[in-house]
């Protein structure tokens, strides 16, 4: 196979299976990883793909928008489903406190909630903060701010400072892209912002997130990997990235 050839197959492989690993494609092209890193710089710069740490991805799974959540709410619903689901099980015991992030997985989690479970909940969102401020045995704390249309979260100096202060069991965290290299990422950069003061706030970080978020990274990264300790996903993702992320010491639960 000639190297355009083969470049040519390379992309069409990543457009299709999304992030590939170098050493996958060593494999499959049978050529080494130095011939492989060569072919993905060549079709990084033509813009076909974009290199991420230890292999590549779609040229458009590097971007800086961000769908509303009107968007997000039935994209890979029966998925985020599970996640939350099995969230309950990280919820910390009667009485705790617990950061929830603004998000639509983390909104299904909410919306498991009953007025029997006892917790200090503490959220930026308000479609959050409005489903759970009925429930009884709820003790709800609202961070203040500037509250973005896209995402309906409130971010600025007020929740950062509210932040500041907390020391919470639990953080529940969603994220827009989650890779090796780039930590987790969003596309807003207060957005981050507060979702960087939530995960520093608790003593135990569980990332909700399904699997087409793995191997993608936005604009500005808010987290490392080695801030995270559960990371609860679908079973959509690939072997060599659960492999990767067990081996960062992150326990990975699939819903």
């Known amino acids: 196979m000639y190297a355009e050839e083969r470049q040519q197959a390379i992309a069409e492989l990543i457009s299709t299976r999304g992030r590939i690993s170098v050493a996958d494609l060593s494999s499959t092209y049978g ?3 130095e011939t492989v890193r060569r072919d993905l710089a060549i079709l990084d710069r033509l813009g076909v793909v974009r290199r991420v ?23 890979r619903a029966e998925q985020k489903d599970a996640i939350a689901a099995a969230a309950l099980d990280f919820l910390p015991p009667p009485g705790g406190s617990t950061v929830l992030d603004a998000g639509t997985t983390t909104g ?3 919306a498991l909630l009953s007025s029997e479970r006892e917790l200090i909940l503490i959220t930026n969102s308000v479609p959050i903060g409005a489903r759970v401020a009925p429930l009884t045995g709820i003790k709800l704390r609202m961070l ?25 069991d639990v953080a529940f965290i ?4 989650l890779s090796l290299g780039h930590g ?14 939530m995960v520093r706030s608790a003593n135990h970080v569980v990332v909700l997130a399904d699997s087409s978020k793995i191997g993608r990274e936005h604009l500005v990264s808010f987290a490392r990997l080695d801030d995270i300790d559960v990371l609860i996903t ?20 699939i819903a």
């Open 144 to 168: 203040g701010g500037r509250v973005r249309g896209t995402t309906q979260a409130a971010v600025g100096e007020e929740a950062l400072a509210a932040l500041a202060w907390l020391r919470t």
């Open 174 to 177: 969603g994220t827009n892209a």
């Open 53 to 75: 740490h230890g292999g590549a991805v779609p040229a458009s799974a590097l971007t800086a928008t961000e769908p509303g959540v009107g968007e997000r709410e039935y994209t």
């Open 31 to 33: 050529v080494t990883t």
């Open 184 to 197: 987790l990422s969003t596309p807003d950069s207060d957005e981050a912002a507060v979702k960087r003061a």
């Open 108 to 110: 299904r989690l909410a």
């Open 234 to 253: 679908d079973d959509g993702i690939d072997d060599n990235d659960h492999k990767s992320l067990t081996d960062q010491g992150i326990e990975v639960v």
